[in-house]
């Protein structure tokens, strides 16, 4: 046999052996920025970690990593014979191109993110983990098809506000899911109501939650509220799960579900 | 450092695709590497010699061919090589981003992610940031032998 063989992709390879150490990877996307999905991603990796779990969270919005700045980590990154290390924060190992390119502005093609998300997937080094929570970037472009290819068995998390706008997006991320085979885990609401001393309001819009979830044969999870809390943490630097009661309490609906599926 | 990840990497890669293919053995592995990812040859030959043992690609003899880098700037127009550039592939990465290594030596980012080139390199005519890496970014199997 001699030839220039098909198929052999040492990057996806890597990959394969990587996942093969990690018990869950659990997809969180919204299909656009701006409605708290790196909020619920790293939320979810916290509490899962707090219920004693390994967990990792990989942040693949190259061009917003708000998922590692929740988490407080910074660069620079290290790397030994296993690859690069994840960076620990508050006991959940954290890894983001962030990491590698700090502020400076990273304008590659869609072809080229789709390269990088599969790089940084395979060569990062998480060791064994019980979890991988996954924040997905913004739309259904190469850096989201990756994961969604090469993890099989993966689950996903969806993640919506009241509006119609982040309703169609997270609609089409929703149908890609559900076409590529992913397990729909449940559908979170961010900023769904105020708590008005009691009095329940919705001052963003008309909830889309539950039709989503009927369309998608899948259920809510949870609803967060607005909680003044939650912005107030950000600015001083604390995760806002360690702030906010309600947040806490809609992201250990979540991560109930996701440790009774496995 | 992340030579070893590359050759684990390679090495499953061949040991799916022997059995994929039936080979019973491996006797020849060509890899292209780009110029890009400045591979430490002697430690990836090291790794590779190591991770096959005992495998279908044990002994294998290890061919690596260097792909020279091409930029094409989508701004001006301007087409560039490795060396060209290759001021600013050492000395662009600011010094809080470099990769620390175990013995505490750093290495650049770019080194494990080619394709963050933009980031860190313009455009030697415009400036600009905005260009193509036509080739010599990643690692491919050129060629295998083997037998059934
Ligand atoms: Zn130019």
Request: charged content about 25%.
């Amino acid at each position: 046999m001699d030839s220039a063989p098909e198929g052999l992709d040492p990057l996806v390879s890597l990959l394969g052996e990587r996942l093969g150490r990690i018990g869950e990877v659990i997809l969180v996307g919204s299909g656009k920025g701006g409605v708290g999905k790196s909020l619920v991603s790293s939320s979810l990796a916290l509490a899962l970690s707090d219920g004693g779990s390994r967990v990792g969270l990989l942040d693949l919005d190259l061009h917003g990593p708000a998922a590692a700045r929740l988490m407080g980590v910074s660069g620079p990154l290290e790397s030994w014979r296993g690859g690069v290390r994840p960076v620990e924060s508050m006991g959940v190992e954290v890894m983001s191109l962030a990491l590698a390119v700090g502020d400076l502005p990273v304008p590659v093609s869609g072809e080229g993110k789709g390269r990088l998300t599969l790089a940084l997937m395979a060569l990062t080094d998480w060791g064994d983990l019980d979890y991988l929570v996954v924040d997905l970037p913004p739309g259904t472009g190469d850096e989201v098809m990756i994961p969604v290819r090469h993890v099989e068995s993966a689950r996903a998390l969806a993640v919506t506000t009241p509006s119609s706008l982040a309703r169609d997006a997270v609609r089409r991320l929703l149908v890609l899911f559900r076409d590529q085979g992913v397990d729909i885990l449940g559908i979170v609401e961010n900023q769904a109501y105020v708590d008005c001393g009691g009095e329940v309001v919705s001052p963003l819009g008309r909830s889309f939650a539950e039709e989503l979830a009927a369309e998608f044969g899948t259920r809510v999870l949870a609803r967060i509220p607005l909680d003044p809390a939650i912005g107030r943490a950000v600015d001083e630097g604390i995760h806002p799960l360690r702030r906010s009661g309600a947040l806490a309490d809609a992201v250990g609906a979540v991560a109930g579900e996701v440790l009774g599926r496995r | 450092m992340h030579e070893w990840s590359l050759a684990q990497g390679l090495v499953a890669s061949l040991h799916s695709f022997a059995e994929r293919e039936g080979l019973r053995r491996i006797t020849l592995v060509e890899v292209s590497v780009g110029e890009l990812m400045e591979l430490d040859v002697p430690v990836f030959r090291d790794a590779f010699e190591t991770l096959t043992r005992g495998g279908p690609a044990d002994s294998a003899e290890l061919r690596i061919v260097e792909e020279p880098a091409r930029f094409r700037c989508r701004r001006c127009g301007a087409e560039w090589t490795f060396a060209e550039v290759e001021e600013q592939i050492h000395r662009g990465v600011p010094e809080d981003l470099m990769v620390r290594e175990p013995g505490g030596e750093l290495e650049s980012p770019l080194h494990i992610f080619p394709d963050l080139v933009p980031a860190f390199v313009r455009c030697p005519r415009c400036g600009g940031r905005d260009f193509e890496v036509l080739a010599g970014r990643d690692m491919r199997v050129s060629r295998l032998e083997g037998e059934r």
